[in-house]
């Protein structure tokens, strides 16, 4: 049972999945992170959050997993390297946030190995591997931080890959 803002007792069907979608609402929005603010969105006490989650390192962690989950099931169904590339940065630009959540924990780490072994799968050169990924990485953050004027971040990526990398996979 929760208590909503309201007062009123109920039942939240998956506490798990909403203290998740709401924590990823405030990251997207770019708001304060708390346990406090997760609940509030979350429309649950604020004492909810530490049935799943002990303190606010493990609610991050967890939303840092499932972003590089999902990142991961966007890479795997794309059919290329530059398909990837362009899902890549798509992700980044539509979850700024999380994006940069991913990438700035330590923790994040193990759920990253889904990700590294699919650019492995597409890309055998080790070198080829990580220069492409820091490549597709960098545009990414520059876009998110403004760096680059861009209008049409996928005719960017699309032309830094054919630029850069295709001719690369080719040799």
Known sequence: MSTSPGGRSYHHGDLRAALLDAGLGLLDDGEAFSLRAV??????????????YEDKDALLSALAGRGFDGLADRLEASADLETMARVYVAFALEHPGLFRLMYGRPTANAAWARTAEILASRVATPALRVGAWALVHGLA?????GKLECTDPDALVRSTVAAVLTPAVRA
């Open 39 to 52: 609940a509030r969105r979350a429309g649950v006490s604020p004492n909810a959050p530490y049935r799943h």
């Open 141 to 145: 953050v520059l876009l998110l931080d």
